[in-house]
């Protein structure tokens, strides 16, 4: 909807940062390109984008929520507590965990537009106390997700694999859909006198997704199969994308983002939306807890920690604007792709946290400094 | 005796406007000297090539201090020359005190840490000079707006002026606040300095002035003495031009009543003085009703109140079609039949790096809604239709809004309100910085709107554009209601006095309807 050249040629130089990092990974330490491993980061990467995809809802009305990560460990000691502990079934402690969540985050999102206290201290607020309370619920201990080893629906979040054939079924259905969609859009554009990409371009752009969905299904099943937290990272694109793109409620966001005042005057229930906006980033913590912690195999007391500023970086770098206004899920899942692979490559080759946390500030700052430098021209 | 300053032809032009088309005027040393003139007419844009903001160079004609030309480059060659500017805006720091404020930009030091003791010395000796009693070591945001001024002017005078250009200086002053800042500035006269008063309000002109320049579309049209003179004649040389034939306004018949306002009055916020005081008018299906006033009336702000954006109600009942109409946001307004255009399109009006489509259907979104999902189709038909019948050159629904001219960005505006079938549309400065095509095509598009049955509530500033396009005017004065005038009625003369609250009681009585 909003092309222009520049965020095409920061489409293009991302790219090729992305293949610069594979390129170096992959020839460093050639494991990196192993089928084990890209299932792996296949996994982390969906851990990554789910979180990044709620901060891309925060962060088109202008807000931001510095508090996800100390509440992605939150989410994950409140069920794993209840799990282990106090022996609730799996499914019952998830769906707790989101409920608190979901209250949680609207609160947050009520007091910063009600009270017009910044989001950015508000949420650094709720870093500081999730994390207390993260601590404080598991007691300094490991807990672990599930009983003595055995199988329950929050340990299958991260150890699921789809069958091979199922996969490439689910592959095939979801290249058809793909075509359907855009074959569809495309005459849509066209009864509205739209302009429309040359059919050639079209076929190029379905015919090069195919091939990567294919790729990517290939990859995985040579390991154990499309794991869980991709199928749920798939949907949760899907939904946010039709939220922003297809709902008043993400054209309010955009508003909101682009110019408050002038949203407020044609008629956008801003405090509404920017609570909903909370209301749905707690829900993504949530979930984003609940497949971190079971990735973990247990809640510790660092899990979750620092990942908001990952999912930060990741809108940042896929082009979402920190004022505002400006970001896609395609951009989401492409900023996550480059900080997932990053992070899975430096733990690949044994390097320390202390340059690790050094490398994510360089990236994070760099890629906010893109954003300053896009938006000054 | 040589003037302390004087301009010779003036003439001063901006993109698509000349804002001042010959100016000469003289200031002689020791007078008060009044500028008046309407909203627009060239006062703001004299001061600012007399302070320097508008450098040499940018302008056409002569500046002359004390009989030898001068060319002014920045506001410090202007200072140079002994000219301070008091500035309608307050620019002083709240959170600082009075004599830091009076030190500002030259803060007195000794080896690089601040001098104190120098600065409240300095403070005292301005402030002693101007006669003015103040405390300055108390915090400028513990004042009141009249102290405040009188910081400002004593600021001015930190400067060793011989010239003190006023703007506008008691604009939000009381009558007792006035009448102190009135004395100080006879006393800085008696001391020698000259002094440019620039006020709407006549009373305080005749009170101050020895003499009175008037200026209209950007011309110095007279200079009178203010004892040979009356407020009469000096509001007849401002108004002093003829009605155009641009108002393509029809005659209509108006329908029953959709919104009724009764003795309204608002506040900004809680425990703030009211704002609008005892406000009545009418709007009836398929007519304009006009709405005037000087810069600062309260126009805009009327309208913000009612369409739920701005204020508190302090008294006062609304009624929407018979119901009673107490919205508390804009999101409301518009879902009971309420639109609202913006004076200031790029801040409250449009989103400029979003398409023409997405800003047109913004307002409308929870009628396009279907199955939670925004109607694509729909929304580009309704889109589309705006577009046509408004006329908005642009290549297509897809263009980014800050790519077009301000009178097709204005359309767009226009659009975005029209889409959300409104009953009642308030329209604020519907023509202001467009050109002439594009407000003769706004006009026709209130016309057609009444044909429709809608009622249109216009604020303007230019009374032609009033005279022209209402069935009825409402003159709002400080606050209040200054008289309302039926089409036909209605003088450039009248709505000016109106509009300085000088219309007498009775006369504005017999024409209330």
Redesign the interface.
Known sequence: MRQSLKPLLRDYSMLLALAAIWAFFGIEHPVFLSSRNLSLLLIELSITASLALGMLLVLLPAQIDLSAGSGVGLCGAIAAVLVYTHGVPAPLALLAGTGVAVLVWSAMGALIVRQRIPAFIITLGGLLVFKGLHWLTIKGQTVPVTEGGRVNAFSLLTTFYLPPALGYVLAGFVVAALALSQARARARRQSFGFRVPEPSHAFLTWFVSAQLIFLLVIVANQYRGVPLPALILGALALSVHVLTAHTPFGRYLYAIGSNEEAALISGVPIQRTVIAAFAVMGFVVALTGFMQTAYAGASTSTVGSLMELDAVAACVIGGTSLRGGRGSVAGVLFGALIMASLLNGMTLMAVTPEIKFIARGVVLALAVWVDVKLNAE | MTAVLATRDLVKRFPGVTALGGVSFELEPGEVHSLCGENGAGKSTLIKLLSGIHAHGSYEGTLLASGNEVEFHSTRDAEAAGIAVVYQELALVPEMTVAENLCLGHLPTRRGLIDWSEVYAHAERVLKAAKIELDPTVEVRRLGVAERQLVEIAKALGKAPRVLILDEPTAALSDDEVQRLLDVVRELKGRGIAAIYISHKLDEVFAISDRITVLRDGKSIVTLRAADTNPSEVIAHMVGRPITDLFPRRVSTPGEVLMEVKGLSVRPRTSAPERLQDISFQVRRGEVLGIGGLMGAGRSELLLHL?G?WGERAAGQVTFQGSAFDVK???E???RGLA?V?EDRK?????????IG?NL???S??K??RR???D??EE?ARS?ALFDSLRVKAP???TMVGTLSGGNQQKVVIG?ALM?EPKVLFLDEPTRGIDVGAKLEVYEVINRLCEEGKAIVLVSSELPELLGMSDRILMLSEGRVGGTFQRGQATQEGLLAAALGRLPRSAEASVVS
């Open positions: 369409f954006a946001s804009p999101h307004a518009l879902a609202l913006s801040r409250y009006g449009l989103f400029l790096h979003s398409p997405f259907s913004l307002s979104l929870p396009l809604r939670g999902r925004i694509q189709g580009v589309r297509g629904l897809e975005k959300t």
